[in-house]
């Protein structure tokens, strides 16, 4: 029973947090067509992660950015590099460099 009252916790927390980044991003923004970083994270981000995102100024997506993986467990930043998705997140980077 603890571990759901600490996902409930850990859940209130992170909508906390993206409530708190967008209030202070303090304008609608809609996301740029050419954002590489939302487009690589797209496919794992939540439903309210992604209309977050696109409301936030060029500083709330780079905080954003930074408490992404910050707000995420251990365990699912391993499970993310070790499947799939981790493994189209690195490919979709490698052609952002090209």
Known sequence: MKSGKDLRSFLN???ALVS????AAGGVITTPAKDAWFT???IIMQDFERAAY???SADGKQAFQ???WAVRTQDARA?????????YIQDLAGLERK
């Not at 708190?20 to 209030?23: D, E, G, I, T, W």
């Not at 499970?79 to 493994?87: N, S």
């Open 54 to 56: 696109r409301t936030l």
């Open 20 to 23: 708190a980044l967008a209030l």
């Open 66 to 68: 930074e408490l992404f």
């Open 13 to 15: 927390f992170r909508a």
């Open 40 to 42: 690589q994270h797209n």
């Open 79 to 87: 499970t993310c590099r070790a499947t799939d998705v981790g493994k």
